[in-house]
């Protein structure tokens, strides 16, 4: 009996060796139809082990953006293309200074490839200004009454 090239994941480790594999392939650029089967098979088992080990729910949105970030070895900068915004207003969201805008979690969700949920969750601002507010969209909301 043949043994299996691929498992179900159910280590940290193995997890890891999965991911590794998977990007070496998509950088590969391969047209192999048997490649193409082993890029979805891993992109499955993968996706499985990250729906059972979700650690979204420990984290706020903005320290998940952080780690995400670091995951991917994004800096502060490499967001403005995704975002359409300044470097120092990205910058203002990562130091809890600026809420995550209904836009803004649409587009960090399609970009990093998680719910939209994960990012729309309520969070404590520091400025003290807006300190009491949950997220961005409440800070709008609330400008343009007064702005009125």
């Known amino acids: 009996m043949a ?4 498992k ?7 997890y890891q060796d999965y991911c590794n594999k998977l990007e070496q392939m998509l950088f590969s650029g391969s047209k ?12 499955l088992l993968i996706e499985k082990w ?6 979204f729910d420990d984290l706020n949105p903005i320290q998940l953006l952080q ?17 359409n915004m300044s470097k ?20 960090l969700a399609a970009y990093f490839k998680i719910s939209q949920e994960a990012l729309n969750r ?3 601002l520091t400025e003290p ?5 949950k997220n961005a969209s409440i800070m709008k909301t609330k400008k343009k009454l007064a702005v009125a």
């Open 3 to 6: 043994t299996l090239k691929y």
């Open 8 to 14: 179900v994941i159910t280590s940290k480790t193995q």
């Open 32 to 43: 192999d139809r048997n490649i193409k089967d082993e890029i979805a098979l891993l992109t």
């Open 50 to 55: 990250d729906e059972e080990h979700n650690t």
């Open 67 to 83: 780690s995400l970030m670091k995951e991917h070895n994004l800096k502060a900068k490499d967001l403005v293309p995704v975002l």
């Open 88 to 107: 120092g207003y990205i910058s203002d969201i990562l130091n809890y200074k600026k809420g995550l805008s209904k836009e803004v979690i649409r587009k």
């Open 122 to 124: 309520p969070y404590k």
């Open 129 to 133: 200004e807006n300190a009491h507010l």
